[in-house]
C-alpha cells in the first residue's frame, strides 16, 4: 500500500483520482484545496486529513515526513497553470508526481521540470487515458501495420458545452487554462502525434473563447480539427436527444467510435504508475508544444483546408 496526498480535492477532475487511489488498494493521507465543497472524499478516504491552506498542508506533510510517515506519491488536481509549482512541491518533499493533463502550459515548464527529476531522482508522470483506450490501442495496431506512404485524412470534432459559470472560471482565462484547444483538447492532440507521428505543419483557423478550429499535418495524417464549450455548436440530432456533447472522429471517412470506456481509464492509468509504466515529461511534450503553438498563433480565417463545422458559424 502506497500513501497519496491530493492536490485540488474540490475540481471536476478529482473523484476520479479519489476512485482511483481507493481501487489500488493505497491511502490518501491528506488533501488540499482552497475550496471547501469536498464531501466527495466521504466516499473514498473520510479519514484523510484535509486543508484549505496551502501552507498547513505544507506543514503536514513535512511534520509526516520527519515522523517516518512517508508520502509515497502526490496526486495533482489544481488549475493548469499551477501544475508546475505543485509538482515541484511534490519532488522537494521526496514523492513522486502524478498530474492531470496538460500536464504544463509552456514547453519551457518541461525542461525545467526535468531537471528537478533528476535532482531528486522522483518521477513526474502524467494521465494520458486515451492512449489506454482499447479502441484507440487498436487503431494505433492497424496504423503501425498500414502502408508506410499512407497518409490519412481525419475529421476530430469535439463540442463539450459549457454554461455561463465557464468563463467566469480559470478555465475561461486562457493565462490560466491555456484556452480551449489546450483545456479540453490537449489529449486528442497527444493521441493523434501518438498514433500518425510528428507534427510538420500546425495552422490556426479559428481562435475565440469558446471554440477553436485548425489544421495539422502530422507525418501520416491530415486532421481538420474543431472544438469547442458552445452549445450552439452541437449537430441539431444530437440535441434532439437530449446531449450536451458531441464527440467524432472520422478516419478515411469512417467514424472512430470511443465513447465509452472513459471513465475507469484513470484506475487504468494508476495502476501503470504504480507498475513503473507511467506517461512521463517527455512523452507529454509533443502536446503541450502542439497546443502552444495553437495558442500563439493568429487564425488565417477561412482560407485553406478547414474544418466543416467552421461554414456554420459567423465569421
Not at 104 to 117: G, K, T
Not at 119 to 141: M, N
Not at 232 to 256: F, V
Not at 279 to 289: H, M, P, Q, T, Y
Request: with cysteine; net charge neutral.
Amino acid at each position: 500500500m502506497k500513501n497519496f496526498a491530493l492536490i485540488g480535492a474540490a475540481g471536476f477532475i478529482a473523484p476520479r483520482h479519489l476512485k482511483a487511489i481507493k481501487e489500488t488498494g493505497n491511502n490518501l493521507l491528506a488533501a488540499l484545496d482552497k475550496h471547501d465543497c469536498v464531501g466527495i472524499m466521504d466516499s473514498f478516504f473520510p479519514e484523510a486529513d484535509f486543508f484549505v491552506e496551502y501552507e498547513r498542508f505544507d506543514r503536514h506533510i513535512d511534520k509526516l515526513k520527519r515522523q517516518g510517515v512517508k508520502v509515497d506519491y502526490v496526486s495533482i488536481c489544481t488549475p493548469n497553470y499551477l501544475h508546475d509549482s505543485h509538482i515541484r512541491f511534490a519532488l522537494r518533499q521526496g514523492a513522486n508526481a502524478i498530474c492531470e493533463k496538460p500536464i504544463v502550459l509552456n514547453p519551457w515548464n518541461i525542461d525545467a521540470l526535468a531537471e528537478i527529476e533528476k535532482e531528486t531522482g522522483k518521477r513526474i508522470s502524467t494521465i494520458l487515458q486515451l492512449r489506454l483506450h482499447p479502441t484507440i490501442i487498436e487503431l494505433k495496431k492497424q496504423i503501425v501495420t498500414a502502408p508506410k506512404d499512407k497518409v490519412f485524412d481525419i475529421d476530430l470534432t469535439y463540442i463539450t458545452s459549457r454554461g455561463r459559470w465557464y468563463f467566469i472560471s480559470w478555465k475561461g482565462d486562457v493565462h490560466k487554462s491555456g484556452g480551449v484547444a489546450t483545456n479540453i483538447g490537449v489529449h486528442f492532440f497527444d493521441m493523434l502525434t501518438w498514433i500518425f507521428g510528428d507534427v510538420k505543419s500546425n495552422v490556426v483557423h479559428i481562435s475565440r473563447p469558446d471554440k477553436a478550429a485548425g489544421y495539422l499535418e502530422l507525418e501520416r495524417a491530415r486532421v481538420r480539427w474543431f472544438l469547442s464549450v458552445d452549445y450552439n455548436d452541437i449537430p441539431n440530432e444530437i440535441k434532439e436527444k437530449g446531449q450536451r456533447t458531441y464527440r467524432s472522429i472520422h478516419i478515411a471517412d469512417k467514424e472512430l467510435e470511443f465513447s465509452s470506456g472513459f471513465t475507469d481509464l484513470h484506475t487504468t492509468s494508476y495502476q501503470e504508475i504504480l507498475a513503473g509504466n507511467s506517461f512521463g515529461l517527455e512523452d507529454a511534450r509533443s502536446s503541450i508544444e502542439t497546443v502552444f503553438s495553437i495558442r500563439n498563433t493568429s487564425p488565417v480565417g477561412l482560407t485553406g483546408d478547414y474544418h466543416p463545422f467552421c461554414k456554420l458559424l459567423k465569421l
